[in-house]
């Protein structure tokens, strides 16, 4: 197995389940190779949003698939660090406990999410025009 370096925002969870070519292409050998790191918040975000824009039906296949990946619990070390990058970087809550996680392990986070933008190891991606 390989280890997990990459963080998936819940944009591009969201965006995955909503068919983007661009995200699948981007992230399904790395989903197929379970190199996904899941912080636990992206669990209730993910959730949420497949309810609202897809089905509550699709909810369990999607946490399903995501229960593959490696699932990091927000530990309290984790989020006191998320405090702090939510103080320093200006991060909403959800965000910064995203950040946080991806930081700990040294993996990249891939996202929609501008929010990041011009923060160590976070890969930008740009909406479908």
Excluded at 8 to 14: A, G, H, I, L, N
Excluded at 18 to 45: F, M, T, W
Excluded at 51 to 76: C, G, P, W, Y
Aim: glycine share 2%; proline share 3%; with cysteine.
């Amino acid at each position: 197995m390989i280890s997990p370096r990459y963080v998936m925002d819940t944009s591009v969870w969201v965006d995955f389940y909503l068919g983007n070519k661009q995200v699948h292409d981007l992230v399904i050998e790395r989903l197929r190779n379970r190199e996904i790191i899941v912080p636990s918040v992206c669990a209730y975000e993910v959730a949420l949003a497949i309810d609202r824009r897809i089905s509550e039906e699709h909810i369990k296949v999607v946490v399903a698939n995501m229960r593959e990946q490696h699932i990091d619990e927000l530990t309290f070390d984790r989020a006191v660090a998320a405090s702090n990058y939510r103080h320093e970087k200006k991060l909403a809550m959800a965000d910064a406990i995203v950040f946080a996680t991806a930081q700990f392990y040294n993996a990249t986070l891939i996202t929609f999410d501008r929010d990041f933008e011009g923060l160590p190891n976070v890969h930008l991606l740009k909406p479908n025009t």
